[in-house]
């Protein structure tokens, strides 16, 4: 298989700059054209929602690559230059402004959209979305001591927000209408601990639906009414981090298969053999979710690389995360939804712990608080599909990195 002449790589987020990464370390010599729609150099995400709100990074901190590298890797990087239309019958896309790029192979790395609150008033300008740098700064200003700020969605996101606002000397309330956010991800346990952080920190913690936000005349703020609730939160400023909706938009346009992101195959290829999708904007087929982490767009870049070039694939490992919040990190590996039972290493109550989830005698998952170690090795054990003692597992005395041995 030929390598092709040019790659064009629609987006600038992770996936995007590690898929051009990936091509020069296993030896593309051809061209690669970046497509960023936003001005400046590309930068990681994940900060936004922690040390960027809280004004300890700036943007030349969360960069993802300096500037000599584009030049080093020879990777050009078009800034503002939004993409309208992909074409791969004729060998290229269009810019917003009209003009062309020619690619042999086009890979999308769209990202997703954060998706708004679907409500009466959610689009008020007191409503916040938390997904790139302007975003982040434009909240930031907002944060203010004493500031009123309600955070709907007590996921990563909205958990890390909410955190950040609190520690920031702002009066915050945290809604949700899931009792335990994160359960079918990280367990029940592990869920319960880190939910419980909120109120035990400050936060005050609502189970409930979001029903209307209604503006106030004469005041930036508004008022926030909940299903069930006769009294609604008022606030200077509200986040919604209800997650995002993937952009698949290019796609669809492009006759792509597209079910609940863009449909790809291993090698990162979708319904069309000149188009790869990379990030949160793709999903493997045969499995039932896209994976919107880090690391997952990470190795989706480096798995778009072989397809692209034509070499096998790596098979992936397990998914691996993670999210910091008042001061304490959550790691996880899998998601507990494919374990059939338990197993806690630790005490809830003590604050760090481990939950381990087993499926028959193999670990297919697990999370922790504060434990990276135990993660390190539970991660190991999931991808080796090690026979595991759930006694062992437990307990404290027993170094985790022996029953690799076995």
């Known amino acids: 298989m030929s390598s092709p002449l040019r790659v064009a790589v629609v987006g600038a987020g992770l996936a995007a700059v590690s898929t051009c990464d990936a091509l020069r370390a296993q030896g593309y010599d051809g061209e690669i054209v970046l497509c960023s729609a936003e001005h400046g150099l590309p930068y990681d995400r994940p900060p936004l929602s922690k040390d960027v709100l809280l004004g300890r990074s700036r943007r030349p901190d969360i960069l993802l690559r300096p500037e000599k590298w584009y030049e080093e890797a020879r990777v050009d990087l078009r800034e503002g230059a939004s993409v309208r239309a992909i074409r791969p019958h004729e060998g290229g896309l269009e810019l917003a402004d009209g003009r062309t790029v020619a690619a042999d192979r086009i890979v999308l790395a769209t990202g997703g959209t954060p998706r708004a609150l679907p409500v009466p008033g959610g689009d008020d300008p007191a409503v916040h979305l938390l997904r790139t740098w302007a975003d982040a700064e434009r909240l930031r200003e907002r944060l203010l001591p004493g500031a009123r700020v309600t955070v709907v969605g007590a996921g990563l996101i909205g958990a890390e927000t909410a955190a950040v606002a609190h520690a920031l000397g702002c009066h915050v309330t945290l809604i949700d209408p899931v009792p335990v956010p994160l359960a079918a991800v990280v367990g029940d346990d592990i869920a319960g601990a880190l939910h419980h952080r909120h109120s035990a920190e400050g936060i005050k913690v609502i189970t409930a639906g979001v029903e209307r ?18 009294a609604p939160v008022a606030a200077d400023t509200v986040v919604a981090g209800i997650g995002i909706r ?10 792509l298969h597209v079910d609940n992101g863009v449909v790809v195959q291993h090698g990162q290829r979708t319904s069309h053999p000149n188009i790869l999708a990379v990030g949160d904007v793709a999903r493997l087929n045969g499995h039932r979710v896209r994976h919107e982490h880090w690391e997952a767009a990470q190795h989706d870049g480096e798995a778009a690389a072989h397809g692209i070039l034509g070499h096998p694939a790596p098979e992936p490992g397990a998914t691996w995360f993670w999210s910091d919040r008042h001061g304490s990190r959550l790691e996880a590996v899998g998601t507990m939804a494919d374990a059939e039972h338990t197993v806690l290493r630790g005490a809830p109550g003590d604050g760090a712990f481990a939950a381990f989830g087993l499926r028959g005698d193999r670990l297919v998952a697990a999370a922790a608080i504060d434990r990276a170690r135990d993660i390190k090795a539970a991660r190991r054990l999931v991808d080796r599909g090690v026979t595991v003692d759930p006694v062992q597992l437990g307990d404290e005395s027993t170094d985790l990195r022996t029953l690799l041995k076995r």
């Open 213 to 230: 936000v209604e503006h106030r005349p004469g005041s930036l703020g508004v008022l926030v009414h909940l299903n069930g609730y006769a």
């Open 246 to 255: 993937p952009a698949t938009e290019l796609a669809e346009a492009a006759g």
